[in-house]
Every structure is written in C-alpha cells, then in structure tokens.
C-alpha cells in the first residue's frame, strides 16, 4: 500500500479513498490534458479554420464550406509543391537508407576510428539546421561561393546552384540527406549489432558468398530498423522547411516550394488562414495514407524474431 | 539613533517615493520597427532625444526583422493580443491593417498639429486612404540609380555617365562584363523589387493604379519594363545570385564586384561607407518617363491600445516627423527628408554639403508619386517576387507570366473586396 511504502509520512493526497476506476483516469489526466492542449485541439482548431475564410485580424470568420480546398486543388502552386515533395521524398528516402546502411555495415565494428566516425557523421545531425542552411547558402552562390570557385580552378564552368530548378532541389536533397545521415546510421548500427552472430557463422559454414548472406540474412533481419527509418524519414522528408526558407525560400519560381513551406507562405506570409488550414488538412490525410501505404507493402515483410 | 541618521533615512524614503511616482506616471510605448545597424544607430539616437523632452513617456524600440517580418509578426500577434503600441509599416502594405480596423485613425491628432502643414506633400499623402490617417510618414525613399566610378572607369566610361535610359543602362552593363567579367566583376546588380516598380514607372506605366486600384501588371509597357530587366539576368549582365536574394545583387555592389546598382535612397549612407569616394549616384532612368515610387515606411498606432497610450505614441510620433529628428535620420541614413524645415538645421545642411549625391533623391521629388496601397497589394508584392524569379532565371515568357499574375491579382482582389 501507498501508505506503507511512505512509512509515517502522512499522505496529504487519498489514494485509498479514490475509486479504483477514476484512479487510472487521474493519474493519466495532466498527460492527456498536455497532448489535448498541443495536438488535439490545435489539429480541430485546423480543421475548423480549413472551412472559413480569416486573415488573423478580421473579428469575423465566416463559414465557407470546401471553398478553401477548391482554391487549393485548383491552384497550380499546390500541385506543383505536391509534385516537388514528391520528388523531394522519393529521391531523398533511399538515398538516405542506402547510403545510411553501406555506412553502418563499415561502422558497425567496435573500433576506436569507427566511434570516431560515428561521432563526426552525427555532428550534423545535432547542429542547427539554420546555421547549416546559411552555410550553404555561402558555399553554393552562384557568383561567389565556394562550390563554383572549386570548379572554377578545375577549368570548369560556374554551376548556377540555387537558380537553376532541377539543381536547387538537388542541393537542398544533398545538404537535407548529409544533415540526416548521422541518425540513420546510428540507427542501423543499433539494429546491425542486434543480428545474432550465429546465423552469420551458420550462413558462412552453408558457404553463403558476402552479398548472399547480407540479402538473405542481414537485410531481412534489420527490416524492423529499415521499416522505422522508412517511416520516419518519409515524414521528415514531407515536413522539411527550415532549409528552404533560409536556403532558397521555395525558389527559384517555386522549384523547392515544397507543401510545409506552401502551408507557411499561404498562412503567414499571404495570412490566408483558411487556405493554409486546408494544406495542413491535407498533408496530415496525405501522411495517414503514406504511413498505412507502407504498413500494407512493407509492414508485412517485417519481423521482429530472427 | 543620531538625528542625522534619521534625517538620512527621511530623506532616502522622499527620494525613493518620488522616483516611484515618476515611474508609475511614465506611459510605456512599444514601439516595433526595422532598424538595425546604422540605420538602428540613428533611430536609437532620435528615441534617447525624445525621451529626455518626454521624460514622462518610456518608448521601448524594438527591431523585429525588415517590413515583411513586420507584417507577419504583426499578423500573428494581433490574435494574440500581443501587439505593439506602435509599428513602422511600409506605405504599400498598412493598408491591409487599416482595413481591418487594427489601425486607429490618425486624423484627428494629424488636424490638430503643426506638423501637418510642415509635411511635404508627398510625405503627408504616404499615410491617406480614403479621408483618413492612419501612418504618419517616418523613413521616406525613391529608388536612386548608384554607380561604381572606378569600375566603370576601368569598363571605359570616364565621368559622369549617361544612364538615362534602358538602352544606355544595357550598353554600360555590357561594356563592364567584356573588360572585367574575367575578374568576376558583373555590369549591373539584378532590380530589387523597388526599383523594378521604379522601373515600370520610368517606362510609362504601374503594377496597380493608386487611384483607381486597376491592375496593370498585364499592360503592354509593364511587360515592356520587365522584359528588359529579364533579359540583364539572362543575357548575364547581371548575377542571377541577385535574383533569388536581392539583397546579394546589394551586396556584391558594395563589395565592388558591379558597375551599376538600382536601389532605395536608404542604401546612401552604407554604399558610401563602403565605396567612399567611388560612389557615383544618379537618377533613374526616364524612358521615356522620369517617375520614381515612394517607398519607406510610417508610423502608425494599434487601435486596440489604451487612450493614454495613443496619445503618448501619438507624442513620439510627431515627434519622429518633427525637424530635429528627421534631419538626424536624415543625415544618418540617407532616406529622404519629410519635414520641409529639416533641410535648414546644420545636421542636414552638413550631410548635403559633405556628402556628393544625398540630394539625388531629394532632386527627385518632382517626378516622385504615391503607390497603391489596397490589401491585395500585400499579395501582389508577396507572388511578385515568384513571378520575377520565374522570368528572370529563363523559366517562363514575360508575357505570358504577367498575363497569368494579373488575373490573379484580379481574382484576389475580387476576393478580398477591392
């Protein structure tokens, strides 16, 4: 009993006389009224402001049923930043885990140089993404940046980094994938080390070849891992925003205007509340769908037992 | 206890007693503005005067980013309740405030003082819609045409230039990229969005009417003025670094590293500091127009705030616009005196003296007019940006991506009522 384990310390609170039933309820109350406060009410709150028109300083918001969502569905701008995430999501997603998993299989050893390379692949993963993106912003100018005055001394033309549509989305999937990189590694470490030995011992007396027994053992087995890093990067690859902002602020010609920073231009730059509620409405659904698209194709290849 | 310590402690508690009824009886103003630097230097200094003329009033000046940050923190701390007292707007985009209600009507302090009549003109009409006040002016610019003296004597162009027209802007920008583009010197800085505005007015048209509210993006010589500024990007006189972050084309200017700058009167004092005497300054083209925008920005007071605060924000505002002040702000920065009187304080008469091309602008006045300033041109001037970059990286034809932004612009103006 509570009252045994304080001893003779009087309990100001009545824990004996508390029904059993509310007990559970009160003790998870200040938790759900937290989550309540900062995610339930403010997702109702969007999906009420996604059905009226207000700019945040008009007394008055009046209803204006699914007007929102046709101006949205019919504006090229946010077909062009679906389209833009997309890319963003499907180039970026397996750059990361490919190249996150090729490092970790190397890093996984217990070596002095590999924590030390570990510590350095994650130093990015912790520094502020604003200081990164104006870092950036220096080394890929055009006219006076770094990458170009390195491929000026090799005899070679400047690159227009950030004006150039297709390069700009391929700078910001580099610096977004070199930023992230740190993390997934860890990761896959954690999940490589958690392989038991003895089914590579087993697979190398069966005379398993190195890339027979890492797609026929170490793939399957480090599928909880990937099928993690999977969720979890689509989502970040869908919410990216702060080094577009800083870096090229959708540009150029919104060739990186991908849908959280659409969602931001639209509620707080053009403060058409409304609009920006409705993108945020839909790239929740969007998110749902995705995590159950992979729940379904990929979810049933995960096992959790070697 | 002596009679000298009490006496001591007596007199301790009067001093502390007074202080706290000076104290209570100070009114706070919050003030947020978009100064730093040099620029923030000069405000500060105008501020402290006031002050020590008002000991009564304590203004807390804020900077809160440039007049886009404004706009969206003010926005955002409207709901709030967590505005200022006062804010530095610029003059195209309060309309969108006044409209709504969140501006108090400056009319019937601005009747009631002197400073009314020692306004120019163009100053006193900054902060109208319709019959009422609601800004009154603070930091008043044009756009100025700067020029490197070195870099275009080195181009071949000795003395003062010819840049009257965008034919003679093209042919010095080109002749700086042929004799020093090896050096990574560029011919021209790429138009901020002022003086792209200042540009189409030059060629003899608008982006909005500011009396009608008609939408000109789409007019023949809107497309004109911005097919040519496209092609200084595209024909390489000008860095497409410039394109994506104005404040680069500003930059490499004051670095050197250009011939030809198109920027606000306000960017004076800094391009001075770092050019010195290589500095040249200009008008802006007539082609065949010779009409500048006024740009800057206005002082205007929160509806929601309590009376007495209005009235002490009021104080200081007026105060802002007042003859000292504006000569300091004016000598300081560069932007453009708003008081007719300012000019004749030696703090002004000193800078005009002293500094060659501080009267550029101020010579400008003439030809200098009001812009629009209904809501939708906070979004007009928002998407412009996109709309630019598209024509000036080669992405989309001028014509047909100004055809496309006007009727935007229409159909958001159709919905946000005017």
């Known amino acids: ?306 | 206890m002596s009679r000298k310590l009490h006496t001591s402690i007596a007199a301790s508690l009067l001093v502390l007693a007074v202080s706290a009824t000076a104290a209570q009886a100070q009114t706070t103003v919050t003030f947020w503005h978009s100064f730093n630097n040099a620029n923030g230097r000069a405000l500060d200094e105008i501020v402290a005067n006031f002050e020590a003329v008002h000991p009564e009033i304590n203004i807390e000046a804020e900077y809160v980013g440039n007049y886009n940050d404004i706009v969206a923190r003010l926005q955002a701390a409207i709901p709030a309740n967590r505005g200022p007292d006062a804010v530095i707007l610029e003059v195209t985009r309060y309309g969108l405030f006044a409209d709504a209600g969140v501006l108090a009507d400056l009319t019937p302090y601005f009747d009631a003082d002197p400073l009314k009549d020692e306004l120019y003109d163009y100053a006193r009409q900054i902060g109208v819609i319709g019959e009422k006040n609601f800004i009154v002016p603070f930091n008043s610019s044009t756009p100025v045409l700067y020029y490197n003296k070195d870099v275009l004597a080195r181009a071949g162009i000795e003395g003062e230039p010819d840049l009257k027209t965008f034919d003679a802007i093209t042919t010095a920008a080109r002749s700086v990229n042929e004799t020093l583009g090896a050096e990574g010197i560029t011919g021209i800085a790429a138009p901020g969005q002022f003086a792209r505005w200042g540009l189409v007015m030059a060629n003899g048209s608008d982006l909005i009417d500011p009396m009608s509210g008609e939408i000109l993006l789409d007019d023949p010589k809107t497309l004109e003025a911005y097919e040519w500024m496209a092609s200084l990007v595209t024909e390489g006189l000008a860095s497409a670094d410039g394109v994506t972050e104005e404040d680069n084309g500003r930059d490499a200017f004051l670095a050197g590293k250009v011939g030809i700058m198109m920027n606000s009167t306000g960017n004076y004092v800094g391009s001075r500091s770092a050019l010195g005497d290589k500095l040249g300054v200009l008008p802006m083209p007539c082609n065949p127009d010779c009409a500048v925008p006024i740009g800057g920005a206005g002082i205007g007071i929160m509806a929601t705030s309590q009376q007495d605060v209005q009235d002490a924000a009021y104080e200081f505002v007026s105060y802002a616009a007042s003859p000292e002040a504006n000569a300091i702000w004016f000598a300081a920065t560069g932007y453009l005196p708003i008081n007719k009187n300012s000019a004749e304080l030696p703090v002004a008469a000193d800078a005009l003296a002293s500094q060659p091309g501080i009267d550029v602008a101020i010579n400008s006045l003439p030809h200098a007019h009001g812009r629009a300033r209904t809501p939708v041109v906070t979004w007009m001037r928002t998407t412009e940006y996109d709309m630019w970059q598209a024509m000036a990286l080669g992405q989309r034809p001028v014509a047909e991506t100004m055809t496309q932004f006007a009727a935007d612009t229409r159909a958001e103006a159709a919905r946000l009522g005017n």
């Open chain 1, 1 to 306: 009993m509570f009252d045994q384990a304080v001893g003779d310390v009087h309990c100001r609170f009545p824990v004996e006389a508390m029904s059993p039933k509310l007990t559970p309820y009160l003790l998870v109350a200040p938790l759900l009224a937290f989550i309540a406060v900062f995610t339930y009410i403010p997702i109702f709150t969007s999906i009420d402001l996604s059905f009226r028109s207000w700019n945040f300083m008009s007394p008055d918001m009046p209803f204006v049923g699914l007007d929102n969502y046709a101006r949205l569905l019919g504006s090229q701008s946010f077909w062009n930043s679906m389209s833009v995430t997309t890319i963003f999501a499907v180039v970026s997603v397996p750059l990361r885990l490919a190249l996150a998993l090729a490092i970790a299989s190397y890093l996984k050893r217990e070596a002095a140089s590999s924590r030390v390379l570990r510590g350095a692949l994650f130093l990015p993963t912790i520094t502020s993404t604003v200081s990164i993106a104006v870092v950036f912003s220096w080394v890929f100018s055009t006219d006076y940046g770094l990458a170009n005055a390195f491929l000026s001394a090799l005899g070679l033309g400047k690159m227009p980094w950030l004006q150039d549509p297709t390069l700009a989305l391929l700078v910001l999937i580099l610096i977004n994938t070199w930023k992230q990189l740190g993390y997934d590694v860890i990761i896959y470490i954690a999940g490589l080390q958690a392989v038991p030995q003895e089914l590579y011992d087993a697979a190398a007396i069966d005379g398993g070849k190195r890339w027979q027994v890492f797609r026929r053992v170490t793939v399957p087995l480090i599928m909880p891992t990937t099928y993690f890093l999977l969720v979890v990067s689509v989502i970040e690859a869908f919410q990216v925003f702060t080094i577009i902002n800083v870096m090229t602020r959708g540009g150029p010609a919104g060739a990186t205007d991908m849908l959280v920073h659409l969602l931001y231009r639209t509620g707080f730059v053009l403060f058409d509340i409304g609009t920006g509620s409705a993108l945020a409405v839909i790239l929740f659904a969007l998110l749902i769908v995705l995590a159950l698209l992979k729940s379904r194709i990929v979810g049933s290849k995960v096992h959790y037992e070697a």
